[in-house]
């Protein structure tokens, strides 16, 4: 079986910053990520809110990350991580082709995913016309309509996003005000393009071989409306990555894996960094401070 010192499973902004740091202590340092290192900052178009970084891009950072942790020889492997679990007092990660890895310390930053609406032609329609990335697919919507699903901070500015596209946006949120921040807001209401509909929750996707309308429900009068568009964005939050932990790990009741001040799960030497653990804030900056803490209490851990 193979044996490492440092095993992080997930290559996003914690992922990475967890590899520079474990890399940096002289730790051997393994990373697996079954898709492109990133992480959910692929799918954002525009980053602002990163120290240092006034107008970047999701890509850009994410490719900026990467090229540190290779700088300093963090071994990246393109692999899915079946399984995570304690077995004769080691932690063994078992991969998809059934191969394992014995590793000292861990550090589960596998992320977050977009949550589903589960409505009538929301499946049937993915890729279709429905849609969970604007950066990915707000292209294909160029001069037609489409609509948002969401009221926090993504899906305004997906919304902000979608109108260098589309030629309406109706943003479709369920209370009466957002929960986005109010700088956000502002900028979104202030554009012609966004139609705001409140008090609204999407009850069905419809059309032909693609998006033809949608049908939303007004929760204050239970009024249906009916809107032609071509395409719908659905952002209403995240669930974590988790699903490999098999109830290895203490979560809170969402699912989210609990640590303590040094990010250390319930069980010593397993940490956990970045948008899948419990934390008030999931943003690049939080993750990569995450990355680092993680790291470097592994370090810690492995010394004794």
Not at 30 to 55: A, C, F, H
Not at 101 to 111: D, R
Not at 132 to 151: H, R, T
Not at 170 to 194: G, M, Q, S, T, W
């Amino acid at each position: 079986m193979e044996k490492r010192e440092l095993v992080i499973i997930g290559a996003g902004p914690a992922g990475l910053s967890a590899a520079i740091y474990g890399k940096r202590a002289g730790l051997d340092t393994l990373v697996l990520e079954k898709g492109r290192p990133g992480g959910q900052i692929l799918t954002t178009s525009r980053v602002e809110n990163y120290p240092g970084i006034i107008d970047g891009t999701g890509t850009g950072l994410a490719d900026a990350f990467r090229a540190h942790a290779e700088f300093f020889k963090a071994e990246f492997r393109s692999v899915s991580v079946q399984k995570l679990e304690v077995r004769d007092g080691e932690k063994i990660i078992t991969l998809k082709d059934g191969s394992e890895i014995a590793a000292g310390a861990i550090v589960v930053a596998s992320g977050a995913h977009f949550r589903k609406q589960g409505c009538p032609g929301e499946k049937k329609y993915t890729g279709m016309g429905v849609s969970y990335c604007a950066v990915c697919d707000a292209a294909f919507f160029e001069d037609l309509e489409v609509a948002v699903i969401g009221g926090g901070n993504t899906a305004v500015e997906e919304a902000c996003y979608l109108t260098g596209f589309a030629s309406k946006v109706y943003l479709i949120h369920r209370r009466d005000e957002f929960r986005a921040d109010k700088l956000v807001v502002e900028h979104a209401l202030a554009n012609p393009k966004i139609v705001p509909v409140m008090d609204s929750v999407l009850e069905s996707i419809e059309g032909s071989d693609m998006v033809e309308k949608i049908v939303v429900r007004n929760v204050k009068t239970n009024e249906l409306r009916n809107i032609e568009l071509n395409g719908v964005f659905i952002f209403i939050g995240t669930l974590p990555n988790a699903e490999f932990l098999h109830d290895l790990l203490q979560t809170d009741a969402a699912g989210w894996i609990i640590t303590d001040p040094k990010l250390q799960t319930s069980i010593p030497g397993i940490f956990a960094a970045g948008d899948v653990r419990d934390t008030s804030l999931r943003q690049v900056v939080t993750a990569a401070g995450d990355g680092a803490r993680a790291a470097m209490s592994a370090y810690s851990y492995l010394q004794f």
